[in-house]
């Protein structure tokens, strides 16, 4: 079955840095294109960054771009965000995503936060 892993929040400074990583199984990974979300209580699950199959595309929300980069390893089946200049309003749980189908899938997020 689909499986993803997300590993890498925390607790950072307002300014600093974190690499988020999300480790998928379970499916062909080099085939799909993967995305980052991100939710904050009370709100709805927003999409941060998005990556196509074979990494050549990238596209941000405008609130990330020029400070977060999506990236991935396909041999490594692993797809990563590296998140600079973080900001408070940055604070919020991280999810990996895969869509197959009709299907959403997701992990069980990565908790971070941007405080002094």
């Known amino acids: 079955q689909v499986q993803l892993q997300e590993s890498g929040g925390g607790l950072v400074q307002p300014g600093g840095s974190l690499r988020l990583f999300c480790a998928a199984s379970g499916f062909t990974f080099s085939r799909f294109s993967m995305n980052w979300y991100r939710q904050t209580p009370g709100k709805e699950r927003d999409i941060v960054a998005r990556i196509t199959s074979n990494g050549e595309t990238t596209n941000y929300a405008d609130s990330v771009k020029g400070r977060f980069t999506i990236s991935r390893d396909n041999s490594k089946n692993t797809v990563y965000l590296q998140m600079n200049d973080l900001k408070p309003e940055d604070t919020a749980v991280y999810y990996c995503?895969?869509?197959?189908?009709?299907?959403?899938?997701w992990g069980q997020g990565t908790q971070v936060t941007v405080s002094s």
């Open positions: 995503n895969v869509v197959w189908g009709v299907m959403n899938y």
